[in-house]
Nanobody, 121 residues
Framework: QVQLVQSGGGLVQPGGSLRLSCAPS????????MGWYRQAPGKERDVVAR???????DYEVPVKGRFTISRDNPKNTVYLQMNSLKPEDTANYCC???????????????WGQGTQVTVSS
């Protein structure tokens, strides 16, 4: 069973930076759309950024210009570089990937375990 394994996150002061990464735990046939989502206490989960198979990206308005999503295709890894962090960025961040596990398997969405990002002085 393939799982997405996240790393990064933690506590950072306002204005600081963090980088999150996410990769499948086992071998896969192909990786397509990748993204990062976040959920703050008492709020719904929102998409933060997505990167598509062709490399195009889109971002939630509040993070534009501060966050950068990227992918390493040979490693099937997605990154989220977060700069100029603000207290309102505090949330649990979760990665998502659309994967094809084997040549004949359907496209399926997988989710990471989530990691807490806290921005506080």
């Amino acid at each position: 069973q393939v799982q997405l394994v996240q790393s990064g996150g933690g506590l950072v002061q306002p204005g600081g930076s963090l980088r999150l990464s996410c990769a499948p735990s086992g071998s896969i046939f192909g990786a397509y759309t990748m993204g990062w989502y976040r959920q703050a206490p008492g709020k719904e989960r929102d998409v933060v950024a997505r990167i598509f198979h062709d490399g195009k990206t889109d971002y939630e308005v509040p993070v534009k210009g501060r966050f950068t999503i990227s992918r390493d295709n040979p490693k099937n890894t997605v990154y989220l570089q977060m700069n100029s962090l603000k207290p309102e960025d505090t949330a649990n961040y979760c990665c998502m990937m659309v994967l094809r596990i084997s040549e004949n398997s359907p496209l399926t969405s997988y989710w990471g375990q989530g990691t807490q990002v806290t921005v506080s002085s």
